[in-house]
């Protein structure tokens, strides 16, 4: 089992940044993929970021590439997302998820665990 807690969200003006954080326990990062989702009101999860068990490889959404960066520190068991140039349409609920599998993928549905989520709202 590995539970998530993702914190960091809140509302900040267009341009801004965040750094959202997602804490692991029950069970060591390292054996995990992790990845970051977000759902606005309305609309389907989507993809934001994944980053392999190691962290040399890493994936992101074409509507956040150079924008944010995923990274983790798996001797703290947490993953992070930094979001810079925050635009109104990143404003949404943001999920952490770990894969137990070995390769890294877009698709929620092949993520094993989820965190609660944590809201991020950018005003214009």
């Known amino acids: 089992q590995v539970q998530l807690v993702e914190s960091g969200g809140g509302l900040v003006q267009a341009g801004g940044s965040l750094r959202l954080s997602c804490a692991a326990s029950g069970r060591t990062l390292t054996t995990n993929i992790m990845g970051w989702f977000r759902q606005a009101p309305g609309k389907e999860r989507e993809f934001v970021a994944a980053?392999?068990?190691?962290?040399?490889?890493?994936y992101y959404a074409d509507s956040v590439k150079g924008r944010f960066a995923i990274s983790r520190d798996n001797a703290k068991n947490t993953v992070y997302l930094e979001m810079n140039s925050l635009k109104p349409e990143d404003t949404a609920v943001y999920y952490c998820?770990?894969?137990?599998?070995?390769?890294?993928?877009?698709?929620?549905?092949?993520?094993?665990?989820w965190g609660q989520g944590t809201q991020v709202t950018v005003s214009s």
């Open positions: 980053i392999g068990r190691s962290g040399d490889t890493t």
């Open positions: 998820a770990a894969d137990l599998s070995l390769v890294i993928t877009t698709l929620a549905s092949k993520y094993d665990y």
